[in-house]
């Protein structure tokens, strides 16, 4: 099956620079990719996706790029708030398995003020 | 209001007592899932179902059964807990790839 790898684990940032988590996949035929945040105490929602036909994709301070070559996928946080603290999943699935996902094992977010 | 809810939010049990941890939504999703949160090692998804009757295994699915009678219910079940299914777990739902999340339970099994 699929093996999602994320990266990295934890991330520390001040206030207002950028964060960057990076997930690798291993099947070529995943072609949508979520990605979740999950603040303390939280359920996970999604914050922003993209597909395989897609290689970058906005809103507003956060962005996702896919490299579908290299197999890679990555979030992007500009200007980072307090707010962003949180754990972010990314995750992985192909068509017709009927909702079958496999998620990274997550990156704990920590913005200094 | 749209939402997943799950009953118990939390519960303590011992080895081997059966228990039933339910996940209700009211999106008319077809498909719902569940999934457990662990320490390091993210979000793990046992079991999903594509519509009733339809379920299939996820990554983990040894100790635990599902079964989707109806659309909106699709309860997890537990036949005899070991310690190692201590965990947070998850109901989710979804009409196409974006998943909505119920609040979680959190089991511990001593």
């Known amino acids: 099956g699929e093996n999602v790898e994320q990266h990295p684990s934890t991330l520390s940032v001040q206030e207002g620079d950028s964060a960057v988590i990076k997930c690798t996949y291993s099947?070529?035929?995943?072609?949508?990719f979520p990605w979740y945040k999950q603040e303390l105490g939280k359920r996970p929602q999604l914050i922003i996706d993209?597909?395989?036909?897609?290689g970058e994709k906005k809103d507003q301070r956060i962005a996702v790029t896919l490299n579908k070559t290299a197999k890679h996928f990555s979030l992007h946080i500009t200007e980072t708030q307090p707010e962003d603290s949180a754990v972010y999943f990314c995750?992985?699935?192909?068509?017709?398995?009927?909702?079958?996902?496999?998620f990274g094992t997550g990156t704990s977010l920590t913005v200094i003020p | 209001e749209a939402q997943v809810t799950q009953n118990p939010r939390y519960l303590i049990t011992v080895t081997g007592k059966k228990l039933t941890v339910t996940c209700s939504q009211n999106?008319?999703?077809?498909?719902m899932s569940w999934y457990r949160q662990d320490p390091g090692l993210g979000l793990r998804q046992i079991y999903y179902?594509?519509?009733?009757?339809?379920?299939d295994k996820g990554d983990v699915p040894e100790g635990y059964k599902v079964s989707r009678k109806e659309k909106r219910n699709f309860p997890l079940i537990l036949e005899s807990p070991s310690p190692n299914q201590t965990s947070l777990y998850f109901c989710?739902?979804?009409?196409?790839?974006?998943?909505?999340f119920g609040p979680g339970t959190r089991l511990t099994v001593l």
């Open positions: 989710a739902s979804s009409l196409l790839d974006e998943q909505f």
């Open positions: 099947d070529s035929a995943s072609n949508y």
């Open positions: 993209i597909r395989s036909n897609v």
């Open positions: 995750a992985a699935t192909q068509p017709n398995t009927g909702n079958q996902f496999y």
């Open positions: 999106m008319n999703h077809e498909y």
């Open positions: 179902s594509m519509n009733v009757e339809v379920t």
